[in-house]
Nanobody
Framework: QVQLVESGGGLVQAGGSLRLSCAAS????????MGWFRQAPGKEREFVAA????????NYADSVKGRFTISRDNAKNTVFLQMSTLKSEDTAVYYC???????????????WGRGTQVTVSS
């Protein structure tokens, strides 16, 4: 049974940092790309970041480049999203996603977590 469980969300002041984690199970984690997406109130879900199966390739939405860093620990079946210099517009529910391929920038995600809330106060 595929399972993705996010953690690390919370309330933070603008300019602050948070680190999200996503623990995966029931899938060949070390062989697939992983990604983070987010959905703000009243908006569609959008791509945030992706990382290839080995961690050698990453891709970011323009809105988070230079502020967010995606990484993974294949030994622990966990993917991370380090978020820095947070802005009020980063407020959203953040979702972890698992792809069905070794590398994809923003497509081919078949499995999703339930999300974790990130709220940035200005």
């Amino acid at each position: 049974q595929v399972q993705l469980v996010e953690s690390g969300g919370g309330l933070v002041q603008a300019g602050g940092s948070l680190r999200l984690s996503c623990a995966a199970s029931g899938m060949p984690f070390s062989s697939i790309a992983m990604g983070w997406f987010r959905q703000a109130p009243g908006k569609e879900r959008e791509f945030v970041a992706a990382i290839s199966w080995s961690g050698s390739s990453t891709n970011y939405a323009d809105s988070v480049k230079g502020r967010f860093t995606i990484s993974r620990d294949n030994a622990k079946n966990t993917v991370f999203l380090q978020m820095s210099t947070l802005k009020s517009e980063d407020t959203a529910v953040y979702y972890c996603a698992a792809a069905t391929v070794r590398w994809t920038k923003s497509d081919a995600y078949a499995y999703w977590g339930r999300g974790t809330q990130v709220t940035v106060s200005s």
